[in-house]
């Protein structure tokens, strides 16, 4: 079945502790995306990769980090969170195919930073 | 800069009628992609339709269809044949490229809540 999965789901952590999300794809898709969502504010990309190795800024990389060292994985790394972190993350890759785009999304990780 | 807005922060349809989600945006780039997502009140993200700057055609899949009106800078997201478990949050989302600086870079509008009555 194809998926893209997450862990933890739901995170409550104290401001300060690094963490990581995992996410993984069994698609062997290139290029894959974190993004956050908050009430009033939407949903915002964080990080994307292009494919493995290569990795760019969205609209709110700060605080975060990301590593693409194979396809199907794309963590996502706090390395000191703090309480505006507390959000709600997804992870999707996706796939172009005769001009047209498919997208998968993760089920999502609900973060509290105390 | 690429921008994106939906000016519809919810609305109203009856079961089984057609039901029209505006989503307008602005960029300079004449190669990009715009997409529509689903979050029902389960907080799940749900890829809908894709349609590409240059596709000739309105993308449709199943009972969605994108009304993409190029010159106007439109893309609506037209759901025909509204069905209770349509109820949800919808979101307008668009990338540049490929071949612009911004490529993988997606923005989302701000969503559209619909809500579908028996």
């Known amino acids: 079945e194809a998926q893209v999965t997450q862990n933890p789901r739901y995170l409550i952590t104290v401001t300060g502790k690094k963490l990581t999300v995992t996410c993984s794809q069994n698609m062997n898709h290139e290029y894959m995306s974190w993004y956050r969502q908050d009430p009033g504010l939407g949903l915002r990309q964080i990080y994307y990769?292009?494919?493995?190795?290569?990795?760019d800024k969205g609209d709110v990389p700060e605080g975060y980090k990301v590593s693409r060292k194979e396809k199907r994985n794309f963590p996502l790394i706090l390395e000191s969170p703090s309480p505006n972190q507390t959000s709600l993350y997804f992870c999707?890759?996706?796939?172009?195919?005769?001009?047209?785009?498919?997208?998968?999304f993760g089920p999502g990780t609900r973060l509290l930073v105390l | 800069a690429q921008k994106i807005t939906q000016t519809q922060p919810g609305m109203f349809v009856q079961e089984k009628e057609a039901v029209t989600l505006d989503c307008t945006y602005d960029?300079?780039?004449?190669?990009?992609?715009l997409f529509w997502y689903k979050q029902p009140s389960s907080g799940e993200m749900i890829f809908l339709i894709y349609q590409g700057s240059y596709d000739q055609q309105n993308a449709t899949e199943g009972r969605y269809s994108l009304n993409f009106q190029k010159a106007r800078k439109s893309a609506n997201l037209v759901i025909s044949a509204s069905q209770l478990g349509d109820s949800a949050m919808y979101f307008c989302?668009?990338?540049?490229?490929?071949?612009?600086?911004?490529?993988?870079?997606?923005?989302f509008g701000q969503g559209t809540t619909l809500q579908v009555k028996p």
């Open positions: 999707a890759s996706s796939y172009l195919q005769g001009g047209q785009e498919t997208q998968y």
């Open positions: 989302a668009m990338r540049e490229g490929p071949g612009s600086s911004n490529t993988g870079k997606l923005i």
């Open positions: 960029t300079s780039d004449p190669s990009y992609g």
């Open positions: 990769s292009m494919n493995v190795e290569v990795t």
